[in-house]
């Protein structure tokens, strides 16, 4: 009796297995390929102008969007801290790509792309970006009013 079960139990494990490995799989998570918004210089009046990408944002999280923005500037990588109420906190351990090597215009247009894309979330208004002071870019909380010079 117990040679029955054992051969049994084995036959069964791999089944159970398979049958684990696709239940943890995330079903239907939307994957963000770019950001919501991305900056571009408009030619003809010589402005940056903040381009929306993204339409439909059902399911997609601040780490989502925080993934995205990492992906497209790999030299500056941005961690989530945490959320509190409608603020969501930012953590850049080494900012010295953000502030001291792409400009001013560099970085105001990272932290606009950030700042639009984390608060096209319904419940999110700021951002706030903690990192070290350098000369093109000062962390603090931010939200759209503060890149009312990008159109």
Partial sequence: M????????DKKAPVAETHDSIATKP?????????????????QTHELVLKHH???MTGVGQEDIIKALNKKYPDIQMEFVS???????TRIKDAFQLTQNIGTAGAETYMAEATYSLTEIPTI???????????HAMPGTYNRA?????K
């Fill in 2 to 9: 117990t040679f029955i079960y054992s051969c049994t139990s």
């Fill in 27 to 43: 079903a239907d998570k939307p994957v963000l390929d770019s950001l919501p918004w991305n900056t571009i210089y408009n030619e």
């Fill in 54 to 56: 993204v339409g439909d």
């Fill in 83 to 89: 959320a509190k109420g409608d603020t969501v906190i």
């Fill in 125 to 135: 208004k700021e951002v706030t970006f903690e990192f070290e002071v350098g000369d």
């Fill in 146 to 150: 503060d890149f009312k010079n990008f």
